[in-house]
């Protein structure tokens, strides 16, 4: 089988003189990001972490920034994304800043959440050593 030549008056150049096809691999999931731990989250994880709602989801995927599919837990639908193109979008639409902030709150509320958690079961663990000094010395 012979392959033929390219032929030279296709140009797979946008107006801007961008490839076509560098363009189009920014935007479309690498191979395996869909099953990747972490690399998606629901249109309801989106709103807790980066603070959008859903319209800004379904504008993104509309203007195809933003791929997704479909899915539902226990007969609950909801919009499954690519955390990756989400931050992209939230970057271009809103700004680094914007962005950088809402990282930095949802990490924040992680932190405390693990600290309270923490301090619970060291109290815990202090109220069940005091018990155990206590039988020691009688």
Do not use: C
Not at 86 to 111: H, P, Q, R
Request: overall charge neutral.
């Amino acid at each position: 089988m012979q392959h033929l030549p390219w032929p030279e008056n296709w140009d797979l150049r946008a107006e801007d003189g961008t490839d076509l096809f560098d363009a189009k691999e920014d935007k479309m999931a690498e191979y395996g990001e869909w099953s990747r731990k972490g690399a998606t989250l629901s249109d309801i994880t989106a709103k807790k972490e980066y603070r959008v709602d859903r319209d800004f989801i379904i504008k993104g995927i509309e203007e195809g920034k933003l791929e997704y599919r479909h899915a539902s837990v226990w007969g609950s639908p909801f919009i499954k994304i690519l955390r990756r193109q989400l931050e992209d979008y939230i970057k271009a639409e809103l700004g680094e800043e914007y962005l950088e902030k809402a990282k930095a709150k949802t990490e924040l509320s992680k932190i405390k959440k693990e600290t309270a958690e923490i301090k619970k079961r060291l109290s815990e663990l202090e109220a069940r050593k005091a018990e155990l000094e206590k039988i020691m010395n009688k």
